[in-house]
């Protein structure tokens, strides 16, 4: 049993592992705490919102003494902090938010764990304070180099990578400091039910099925390791219960794949389902299938990113040996489920999709000249 608060559950990966804590059945009360910023849909938490042993709390987590009184009046005894300013896009064209969330909040939140856990022991029986990370912190890769491991230098290249090396470095720093127990997972890629449509996947699935241009950054030749959102919560699971405190673990799905290659692919898997399904075609009329063409019809080549990371991959070997972690979904399962999500729940990404997020698209995604 363990009172968790996770910071940013109203997020796309947090939303996916309050579900997914919360179905497993286990006893002990689940906190949200999160500010509901662009990116944060409080309808992706809809399915778990009766659920007796869930409560949301809307707060920043920068905000002074906000987590230490959650943390001494809920009993908490786990934090999985996945609030973040995420989009390496919006780092490049606003730092200023990355710091603050990223870095600023992340030692607000230390700072509450050390005092109530540490100084106050204000809570009985083992406490946990695991941070979810990314492996852009460690930079980029050549074609042939090796996958990054646990130990590979960090070399954060972007705005959003450099705030998120500097929260891992501060989270390690409590651990050896303060003998904080802290536990790390740097992950790949991840895609899924809940993503945010300005990601590459979702937003490529939206825009076939509303007939608008599918942007790709540069020559599309980026690759990324894609890991299925859930099993990022599974792997989490599997490092809050067995995970040797002060350890870090990277998470990957050996599934690496260039951006074009996933455009293309999930081009098929929609003309596919709507070629199957008629009142699919219907309901998406503007969607290049509905009228006989393919939806590829819509690739459009931008201007690249500013210093956009050419490769990442993760080497999860410690995951798997050390702790028994594999992902349970494939690519080929993964993504036919993620495509399928997103043609059964337009309602969500409707709403999500406001005035100001579409202002910034047509800001950051300009046509290649
Ligand atoms: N998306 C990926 O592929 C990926 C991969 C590896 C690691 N990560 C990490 O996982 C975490 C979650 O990523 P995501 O893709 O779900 O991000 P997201 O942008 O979808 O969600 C972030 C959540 O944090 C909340 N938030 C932002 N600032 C906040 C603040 N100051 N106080 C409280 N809440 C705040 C937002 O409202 C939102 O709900 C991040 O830490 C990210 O670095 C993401």
Same mark, same amino acid.
């Given at each position: 049993?363990?009172?968790?608060?996770?910071?940013?559950?109203?997020?796309?990966?947090?939303?996916?592992?309050?579900?997914?804590?919360?179905?497993?059945?286990?006893?002990?009360?689940?906190?949200?705490?999160?500010?509901?910023?662009?990116?944060?849909?409080?309808?992706?938490?809809?399915?778990?919102?009766?659920?007796?042993?869930?409560?949301?709390?809307?707060?920043?987590?920068?905000?002074?003494?906000?987590?230490?009184?959650?943390?001494?009046?809920?009993?908490?005894?786990?934090?999985?902090?996945?609030?973040?300013?995420?989009?390496?896009?919006?780092?490049?064209?606003?730092?200023?938010?990355?710091?603050?969330?990223?870095?600023?909040?992340?030692?607000?939140?230390?700072?509450?764990?050390?005092?109530?856990?540490?100084?106050?022991?204000?809570?009985?029986?083992?406490?946990?304070?695991?941070?979810?990370?990314?492996?852009?912190?460690?930079?980029?890769?050549?074609? #042939?180099?090796?996958?990054?491991?646990? @130990?590979?230098?960090? /070399?954060?290249? =972007?705005?959003?990578? !450099? &705030?998120?090396? $500097?929260?891992?470095?501060?989270?390690?720093?409590?651990?050896?400091?303060?003998?904080?127990?802290?536990?790390?997972?740097?992950?790949?890629?991840?895609?899924?039910?809940?993503?945010?449509?300005?990601?590459?996947?979702?937003?490529?699935?939206?825009?076939?099925?509303?007939?608008?241009?599918?942007?790709?950054?540069?020559?599309?030749?980026?690759?990324?390791?894609?890991?299925?959102?859930?099993?990022?919560?599974?792997?989490?699971?599997?490092?809050?219960?067995?995970?040797?405190?002060?350890?870090?673990?990277?998470?990957?799905?050996?599934?690496?794949?260039?951006?074009?290659?996933?455009?293309?692919?999930?081009?098929?898997?929609? #003309?596919?389902?709507?070629?199957?399904? @008629?009142?699919?075609? /219907?309901?998406? =009329?503007?969607?290049? !299938? &509905?009228?006989? $063409?393919?939806?590829?019809?819509?690739?459009?080549?931008?201007?690249?990113?500013?210093?956009?990371?050419?490769?990442?991959?993760?080497?999860?070997?410690?995951?798997?040996?050390?702790?028994?972690?594999?992902?349970?979904?494939?690519?080929?399962?993964?993504?036919?489920?993620?495509?399928?999500?997103?043609?059964?729940?337009?309602?969500?990404?409707?709403?999500?999709?406001?005035?100001?997020?579409?202002?910034?698209?047509?800001?950051?995604?300009?046509?290649?000249?």
């Amino acid at each position: 049993m363990r009172n968790l608060l996770v910071t940013g559950g109203a997020g796309f990966i947090g939303a996916n592992f309050v579900q997914y804590w919360l179905q497993r059945g286990v006893e002990g009360q689940l906190t949200v705490l999160d500010a509901l910023t662009y990116a944060g849909n409080r309808s992706s938490l809809a399915s778990v919102e009766s659920d007796s042993r869930f409560s949301f709390v809307h707060g920043d987590i920068c905000t002074p003494g906000l987590a230490e009184s959650l943390l001494r009046e809920r009993r908490i005894d786990t934090i999985v902090h996945f609030a973040a300013e995420s989009h390496v896009d919006r780092s490049i064209s606003g730092p200023d938010a990355f710091v603050t969330t990223n870095v600023i909040g992340t030692h607000e939140l230390l700072k509450a764990a050390r005092t109530v856990w540490l100084q106050e022991q204000a809570v009985e029986g083992p406490v946990r304070f695991h941070h979810v990370s990314t492996d852009e912190v460690y930079g980029t890769l050549a074609p #042939d180099d090796p996958a990054f491991h646990e @130990a590979t230098p960090y /070399a954060p290249n =972007s705005p959003y990578a !450099a &705030s998120k090396a $500097a929260s891992d470095h501060l989270v390690r720093a409590y651990h050896h400091t303060f003998g904080l127990p802290i536990t790390t997972t740097n992950c790949s890629n991840n895609y899924g039910p809940f993503h945010f449509p300005e990601k590459l996947i979702p937003l490529v699935i939206v825009n076939i099925l509303d007939g608008k241009p599918l942007p790709v950054y540069g020559d599309g030749r980026q690759v990324r390791d894609w890991l299925f959102v859930r099993d990022h919560a599974r792997a989490i699971e599997v490092v809050l219960e067995r995970g040797r405190v002060g350890e870090v673990y990277n998470v990957g799905g050996r599934n690496e794949w260039a951006n074009i290659d996933i455009v293309k692919l999930v081009c098929a898997l929609v #003309d596919e389902r709507l070629a199957a399904d @008629a009142s699919l075609a /219907a309901r998406f =009329s503007a969607s290049p !299938a &509905s009228r006989g $063409a393919a939806a590829e019809s819509l690739i459009t080549y931008v201007t690249d990113r500013k210093g956009h990371d050419r490769r990442y991959a993760i080497d999860a070997t410690k995951i798997e040996s050390e702790l028994g972690f594999i992902p349970e979904e494939t690519f080929e399962t993964g993504i036919r489920k993620t495509v399928d999500w997103f043609l059964s729940n337009e309602a969500w990404w409707r709403a999500v999709m406001d005035g100001s997020y579409l202002r910034w698209l047509e800001t950051n995604y300009a046509p290649s000249v």
